[in-house]
């Protein structure tokens, strides 16, 4: 058997086991109508929180420049007095500026998209 033949055999396996698993997934898509629901939600939810966040942080005053002034953020600010690092304002900060503080937010807006996808997943097998 030449190398040509082994990769084409290859290639036939790893079609079969890609096509059964797509069989299986839609199978279960069809089986669970609700969670596919719930599932396709929290992932819409999660990208649009993605794209939407450095914007809605710019916009209450997190900037790359720093906390613009007359802003939510400035306001918050000036009430909080010195700003510790690692505090939630500095966490948010950060992000506002593409800064580590980015990928916390990004962080928990996945956990609680996951989450809210559980919730809603979980609700629909046990309401009335």
Known sequence: MGF?????????KVWKSVAGAAMRVRD???QHPR??????????????????TPHILSAVG?????V?????????QSGIGLVT??????????????GTGLA???AITAVVT?????????WSKFRP
């Open 4 to 12: 040509l033949s082994k990769v084409v055999s290859i290639g036939r």
């Open 28 to 30: 279960w898509v069809l």
């Open 35 to 52: 969670e596919t629901t719930a599932i396709v939600l929290a992932v819409i939810i999660g990208i649009v929180i993605v794209i939407a």
């Open 62 to 66: 997190f900037t790359v420049g720093g």
């Open 68 to 76: 613009a002034a007359g802003s939510v953020a400035a306001s918050i």
């Open 85 to 98: 690092a690692g505090s939630t304002f500095a966490i948010l900060q950060s992000a506002g500026a593409g």
């Open 104 to 106: 916390v937010v990004y």
């Open 114 to 122: 996951a989450a809210g996808a559980v919730v809603a997943s979980l």
